[in-house]
C-alpha cells in the first residue's frame, strides 16, 4: 500500500459483511530490537459502518520517528491531518523501516450479530478479542514485543489483568486517554481513525442502494445525514441494509416505530414461572375451561396441532 | 364450517409458482406482503463447503440448512380472496404457490434433528403407518413464520397429502 488511494481500493475489494485485516509490512529491525505497540479504536459509538481497531508498533529507541510524524492526540486532528500522516506512514523511508501498523475493520453485521446472539457478546469483549488477535497476530510475525500500551474507554484494572495473563513477558499499560499520552498509541489511533473513514467512504451497499457517505453521514447518531438515512432508509420487514448496527438503540427505536414487529424466540427459560403451589384465590371460583383437554406431549414438543381439514 | 380449497396452478405453465424459494425464518413477523428477500436477505447468504448456511435478519445471526418436505408431500400457499363475515361461515381459498424445499434457519444455533420442524416430519411417517391414509398435517409452529417472495401472503402455509384433487390438507391458524 502506498496511498490513501490503494488503501482504499484494499477496502472496496472486502466483503464488507465480514470482518478483515490491513496491514503494513513488518519492519524487519522490529524483530531484532525490542519494541513497543499501541492498540486504539475507531468508530466504537457510530449507528453506522465497522469498528476499527487498530495497532501501531515500532522500536523502543525510534519514538522520535512517530512525534516526527506528527503522531498526537489524534481526537486534536482534523481528518485531513490524519490523513496526511497515514500517507506518510505508508511513504516515508524511514518510517517504512521502522513503524509497522495492523488494523481490523469490524463489520457493523458481526457486532449486531454479536449483540444479538443468544449468549449476548456485548461490545466490549468484541472489542478486547480484536485486540488481542491483532497483538498475538504481531507476535506470530516475529515482532518483538517489550511493551504494550492500550487506550480504552471502559475500566483499564479488568482489561490490564486480562492482557497481562495472555502475554505475561510484556509490559502492558491500559489507561484511558493513553492516546493523548503515548505517541504509539497515537499512531495506532490514526491507524483505526483512517481506515474507518475510508471503509466508509468505500462502502458498498449489497442491498444495491444507490448512495454514499455524502448522503448518509459520518455515522454518528447525532449527525443531521445519518439521522435522516435512520429515519428513512427503512425496509418494512428487513429493516436497515448492513451498513447499520441492527443492536444500537437509535436504529432499533426506529424499527420498533416504524417497520413491522419481529419478535425472536424468548430466550429467557423461565419467563413466567410462578411460585409453585401457590394458587389465586379466584382459580377456584372460574369456570373450568373442559375444551382445552393437554395433548400429548409428543404433539406438544413437535408443536403441532389440530387444525380443519380441508375439503 | 368447510373449507374448500381452489387449485387454479394446475397446468404446467404454473410450476414455477408451485417451486417457489422459501426461507423458514425463527422469527414472527408481524406482516404480511411481499418482501425484498432478493435485496435484503438472499445476498447476505453464505454457503460452507459443508453445505452449512448462514445469514442474518434484523441484526441476527441465523444458521441455515436447505431442506426436503418428506416424500409424498409439499406445501401450498393458499390465499382467501373473499373473508366471509360469520365465524363459522365455509370459506374459499386458492392455492397461490407451494414448494417442495426450503431453507431452514435457526436464530444462533445450528440446525439438528432436535428441530421441531424435523421432529414435526416425524409424524408424517407414524401417521402414514398408524392411519395408513390421509393425514392432516397443521401448523408447525405458531412462532415461526414464512415467507416467500413473489407470493403474497393472506392465507396461512398448508401442507397437503399427495396430489389429491382437489387436495386433502389443513390450513394453519
Not at chain 1, 427505536?253 to 423461565?270: G, V
Request: charged share 25%; aromatic share 10%; net charge neutral.
Amino acid at each position: 500500500m502506498d496511498s490513501l488511494k490503494a488503501l482504499e481500493e484494499y477496502l472496496k475489494s472486502k466483503d464488507n459483511a465480514e470482518n478483515f485485516f490491513s496491514s503494513s509490512e513488518i519492519p524487519p529491525i522490529c524483530k531484532s530490537e525490542a519494541c513497543m505497540l499501541g492498540v486504539d479504536e475507531a468508530g466504537r459509538g457510530p449507528v453506522l459502518g465497522p469498528m476499527v481497531y487498530g495497532v501501531a508498533y515500532c522500536p523502543l529507541s525510534q519514538k522520535k520517528i512517530l512525534e516526527s510524524l506528527g503522531c498526537a492526540d489524534s481526537k486534536a486532528l482534523t481528518e485531513d491531518k490524519r490523513d496526511e500522516i497515514f500517507t506518510k506512514m505508508l511513504i516515508e523511508q524511514e518510517s517504512i523501516d521502522n513503524v509497522g501498523w495492523k488494523g481490523e475493520v469490524i463489520s457493523p453485521k458481526y457486532i449486531s450479530n454479536s449483540m444479538y446472539r443468544r449468549a449476548k457478546h456485548s461490545l466490549n469483549e468484541v472489542s478486547m478479542n480484536s485486540a488481542i488477535s491483532l497483538i498475538q497476530m504481531v507476535l506470530d510475525g516475529g515482532v518483538n514485543l517489550a511493551e504494550i500500551y492500550v487506550d480504552t474507554v471502559g475500566p483499564p484494572e479488568k482489561y490490564q489483568a486480562k492482557l497481562s495473563e495472555i502475554f505475561p513477558n510484556i509490559k502492558i499499560t491500559v489507561a484511558k486517554k493513553a492516546d493523548s499520552i503515548y505517541p504509539i498509541v497515537s499512531a495506532a489511533s490514526i491507524v483505526a481513525k483512517v481506515t474507518r473513514d475510508h471503509a466508509l467512504k468505500v462502502w458498498n451497499f449489497k442491498e444495491g442502494l444507490d448512495m454514499d457517505h455524502s448522503q448518509f453521514g459520518s455515522g454518528y447518531p447525532g449527525d443531521p445525514l445519518t439521522k435522516k438515512f435512520i429515519r428513512e432508509q427503512i425496509d418494512h420487514v428487513f429493516g436497515y441494509p448492513l451498513l447499520v448496527r441492527f443492536s444500537w438503540s437509535t436504529a432499533e427505536l426506529m424499527l420498533q416505530e416504524k417497520a413491522a414487529t419481529c419478535t425472536f424466540e424468548d430466550i429467557d427459560e423461565s419467563p413466567n414461572k410462578k411460585a409453585a403451589g401457590t394458587k389465586s384465590i379466584s382459580t377456584f371460583f372460574s369456570p373450568k375451561d373442559k375444551t382445552s383437554r393437554k395433548r400429548h406431549k409428543f404433539f406438544q414438543e413437535r408443536c403441532l396441532k389440530m387444525t380443519n381439514a380441508f375439503e | 364450517m368447510s373449507i374448500q380449497v381452489e387449485n387454479n396452478l394446475k397446468d404446467s405453465d404454473n410450476s414455477e409458482q408451485l417451486q417457489q424459494k422459501t426461507h423458514y425464518v425463527p422469527c414472527k413477523i408481524e406482516s404480511d406482503g411481499n418482501a425484498n428477500v432478493e435485496k435484503y436477505f438472499e445476498p447476505y447468504i453464505t454457503e460452507k463447503e459443508n453445505g452449512e448456511l448462514t445469514g442474518t435478519f434484523r441484526g441476527h445471526h441465523l444458521d441455515g440448512v436447505k431442506m426436503r418436505l418428506p416424500d409424498g408431500y409439499r406445501a401450498v400457499l393458499v390465499t382467501e380472496a373473499k373473508k366471509p363475515l360469520a365465524e363459522d361461515a365455509d370459506r374459499r381459498f386458492q392455492i397461490a404457490g407451494g414448494f417442495k424445499e426450503f431453507v431452514y434457519w435457526n436464530w444462533d444455533k445450528k440446525p439438528s434433528k432436535n428441530d421441531n420442524i424435523v421432529k414435526g416430519f416425524e409424524w408424517m411417517d407414524i401417521a402414514d403407518a398408524y392411519l395408513g391414509g390421509i393425514v392432516s398435517f397443521g401448523s408447525i409452529s405458531v412462532e415461526l413464520s414464512w415467507f416467500t417472495y413473489t407470493v403474497t401472503g393472506g392465507g396461512g402455509v398448508t401442507w397437503n397429502y399427495r396430489n389429491q384433487s382437489p387436495p386433502k390438507c389443513s390450513k394453519t391458524p
